[in-house]
């Protein structure tokens, strides 16, 4: 069984691939989608002339379609979604492959973070758990995902993620949605598989209305879009300490990203 990383980078963040590549482990891999928006005058790192790595090329941007040019040329067995600032231990890797053989059921593992000091970058659960029992407020950022390769898996919403006109994140979230819905076994296991950054785009709610946006547009994809407007409007009042006029703007926000994914524009 080969465990393949998805590296997805753009422009000059290839310079920062060498970082993640560990020394060479019999049964795993690396892929990178080396995006590229217009003339890009950049040698392509010599630390990535090995032959467990794979380089390929994308011109445009978006984070959604990156990933999915990864996914369409991935040769791996288990699949582990990767960006150019994570680093991970070999005996996390081979943990990644060990749980894939002792769950032979499950189509795709959702594993935990840390950052550089150790510390977890969110709270997670401390049990495992299936995708339609997790627990309220559960999201997983992409480089907590792994999975079989599989005809069945969806590709990632190219409305969503960095680089997109409208949605600055939660393309992660809609492709576990979608996946779950064809009939995918998902289960999350609280074992750490990687190191990364803490602070990512989900969590500028407050300060970013693409992310905003991102929030009713994932939540319309989930629920439907009338429960997606009531559960705006629960999320918009939960920051009771914020200005009435601050509050509103944020549902209004939300309510842009419905109107979104209904109509195909804000």
Known sequence: MILE??????????RRVPNILLPQVENVRYLVSW????????????????PDVRVITLEGRGLAANRNNALKNAQGDILLLSDDDTKYKVENLQNILKKFRTYPKADIICFKAVDAEGEEIKQYAEQPFIYAKRPKGTFFSSCEIAFRKSSNLPSFDERFGLGSQYLACGEEEVFLETAYKKGLKIIFLPEVVVETNS????????????VRRSKGAVLCIIYGPWSARLRCLKKAMQYDKLPLQQRIKFFEDMIQGIHYIQYGHL
Request: hydrophobic fraction near 35%.
């Open 5 to 14: 990383l998805l590296i997805c980078t753009i422009n000059e963040g290839v």
């Open 199 to 210: 602070d990512t785009t989900g969590k500028h709610f407050l300060i970013n209305a693409a």
């Open 35 to 50: 995006q590229q928006t217009g003339t890009v005058n950049i040698d392509l790192p010599e630390e990535l002339n090995r």
